[in-house]
C-alpha cells in the first residue's frame, strides 16, 4: 500500500496560486490562516485539484468565529466532480442550522442533489469553534469522522458508519470550501494545516 498525499497547506506564505475560486475574497492572515475576507454577504468558495484512492484521510482545522445558522454556514467539499454544485457529484462534510443542535454533516451528491449519510455529535458547533477535523474513508468503505477543540491533544469521534460510495472517487478532482454568509461575518472564517 503507498500513501500519498494530495494536498498539504499549512499557508505559511502568501500564494494561492494553486487555488481557484473566489481567490479575491479570500487572504492568508498575519496568523498565516486562510480567511474569507468579504465585506459584504455572499457565498464565496475557493477550491483546489486533486486525486482520490481507494482510502482517504482529511485532516484540517477549522475557525468559524460565530455560530453557525442556515445563513452563515460551512460546506468542505471534500470531493467533487464540477464546481458548478447545481449539477455536481460528490461527498462533503457541511456545518451550519438553526438552534443550539448544530452537527457536523457528511453528505453525498449526486446531480446537485444532497443527501445526509451521517450526522456528527448534537451541539458540537453549536457556538463559535476553532477546532481540528479528521474524517477517514478505507478501502472498506468505513466512514470515520473524529474531531476536537485545537488545543485538546484527544480526538472524539463523532461517527463511525459503513457506507458504499454512490459516485466512483476515481471521477471527483476537487477539494475546497464553500462559504455562505451575512455581512457581520463576512470575514470570520479560517482554516489552515489542511492535508
Do not use: H
Amino acid at each position: 500500500m503507498t500513501a500519498n498525499c494530495q494536498i498539504n497547506e499549512n499557508f505559511n506564505n502568501t500564494n494561492l496560486s494553486a487555488w481557484s475560486g473566489d481567490i479575491d475574497k479570500f487572504r492568508i492572515n498575519e496568523d498565516f490562516q486562510l480567511q474569507l475576507s468579504d465585506t459584504e454577504s455572499g457565498i464565496s468558495n475557493i477550491y483546489t485539484e486533486t486525486n482520490y484512492g481507494d482510502s482517504t484521510v482529511w485532516t484540517m482545522d477549522i475557525n468559524l468565529d460565530f455560530s453557525p445558522s442556515t445563513s452563515n454556514k460551512l460546506q468542505i467539499w471534500l470531493a467533487i466532480d464540477n464546481i458548478d454544485f447545481n449539477i455536481a457529484n460528490g461527498y462533503l462534510l457541511e456545518m451550519g442550522e438553526n438552534g443550539s443542535d448544530d452537527a457536523i454533516r457528511l453528505i453525498e451528491v449526486i446531480n446537485g442533489n444532497i443527501s445526509t449519510i451521517a450526522s456528527g455529535i448534537a451541539g458540537s458547533i453549536g457556538s463559535a469553534s476553532d477546532y481540528t477535523i479528521e474524517l477517514t474513508r478505507d478501502s472498506n468503505n468505513n466512514w470515520i469522522l473524529k474531531s476536537k477543540p485545537v488545543d485538546d491533544i484527544l480526538l472524539t469521534q463523532e461517527f463511525s458508519i459503513q457506507y458504499l460510495p454512490q459516485v466512483d472517487f476515481n471521477t471527483l478532482k476537487y477539494f475546497g470550501y464553500n462559504c455562505s454568509y451575512s455581512s457581520t461575518r463576512a470575514d470570520k472564517f479560517f482554516f489552515d494545516n489542511i492535508v
